[in-house]
């Protein structure tokens, strides 16, 4: 069946098993998933496509397998589309008890098989996702200033919301920034604006850099063609790309004595948006202590190269982003 977002919050999700989300607002999507573990406990397990596919029988034993688990389980699988039609109606069929799944896709057309599916089964909920507007973007923000009473002009709150660039994640990341500032800032102007939050194109800077080091280089080389850097971005490209190194580099030096990961990274200072920390989990995962400690050497030598040859520069970083991801 069908649900709007606003239908399915109100929706009682006992015996509801099978769930597809679908459309660009990943912000609403995350938040929607984060309610949905609050109302399911039971044991998450996240997947992409990809690894089902090409181990579906280990895939399909593990979950029979009621060994396997402690308890009930929440099963996660992102990036999916039509290909995964042929899984998941085989999954179902198993009729396997205590599972739960959410497939996450990007946009699905009204032709997709899988759309289709989840659509016209009352066994299974399909919810879409649409993009925020500006009106939605700022009740968003004004909730939350008067939630955490925050002094705020509505022209500064304006410029806050432009800024995020119509996602809700970085509205949320620029007014924790905001919430922060306003324990010692009585009154935030525009200058403390212009200071505190980030360009709304660096954020297309941190999307190039999470799929470089998460090694997606079909999204890397999207990223690259649908955005046009200029030379004076690559420095600030190189900078962005050292501090998550040395957030990755601190992070596998701290997992040595401890190795509850989700512990590490709801302690960890500077914190990480609960947005981004299933990237850095994968992250984690892909990239050996000594692989970081090199890669911060040639980050260096890099930016040297930019500094001194900035005719080069777009395309010392292109490469570079590129061959990290290989």
């Not at 324990?183 to 297309?204: G, V």
Request: hydrophobic fraction near 40%; include cysteine; charged fraction near 30%.
């Amino acid at each position: 069946m069908i649900l709007r977002f606003f239908e399915f919050k109100k929706t009682n999700l006992k015996n509801k098993n099978y769930f597809l989300f679908y459309g660009n607002n990943k912000g609403l999507i995350e938040e929607t998933i984060e309610e949905v573990k609050k109302k399911i406990h039971k044991n998450i397990f996240y997947y992409e496509e990809n690894e089902i596919i090409n181990n579906f029988e280990n895939f399909t034993e593990s979950i029979l397998n009621k060994s396997f688990f402690d308890n009930e389980k929440l099963i996660i699988i992102r990036r999916v589309g039509d290909k995964f039609l042929k899984i998941i109606e085989e999954i179902i069929s198993k009729k396997i008890e205590d599972i739960s799944i959410i497939l996450i896709s990007e946009n699905l057309d009204k032709k997709s098989k899988l759309r289709i599916f989840f659509e016209k089964n009352l066994f299974t909920i399909c919810v879409p996702f649409y993009e925020d507007n500006v009106q939605t973007l700022g009740n968003l923000a004004n909730n939350f200033i008067k939630e955490k009473k925050i002094n705020l002009s509505q022209q500064n709150l304006n410029l806050i919301i432009e800024r995020a660039k119509g996602d809700r994640i970085n509205l949320k990341n620029e007014l924790e920034k905001i919430e922060l500032l306003s324990k010692t800032q009585k009154i935030i102007n525009i200058n403390h604006i212009f200071k505190l939050t980030n360009l709304s194109e660096n954020y297309d800077y941190v999307d190039l850099i999470n799929n470089s080091l998460s090694k997606n280089k079909k999204k890397l080389i999207k990223i690259l063609n649908e955005n046009n850097f200029a030379s004076e971005d690559c420095i600030l490209i190189t900078k962005i790309l050292l501090t998550k190194l040395k957030r990755l580099l601190k992070l596998k030096i701290m997992l040595k004595t401890n190795e509850n990961i989700d512990e590490i990274l709801d302690k960890f200072k500077p914190a990480i948006f609960w947005k981004e920390k299933e990237i850095v989990k994968h992250q984690i995962g892909i990239w050996s202590l000594e692989k970081i400690k090199n890669l911060i050497i040639e980050t260096n030598n890099v930016e040297l190269l930019i500094k001194s040859n900035p005719q080069l520069s777009i395309i010392s970083i292109t490469n570079f982003v590129l061959d990290t991801a290989a």
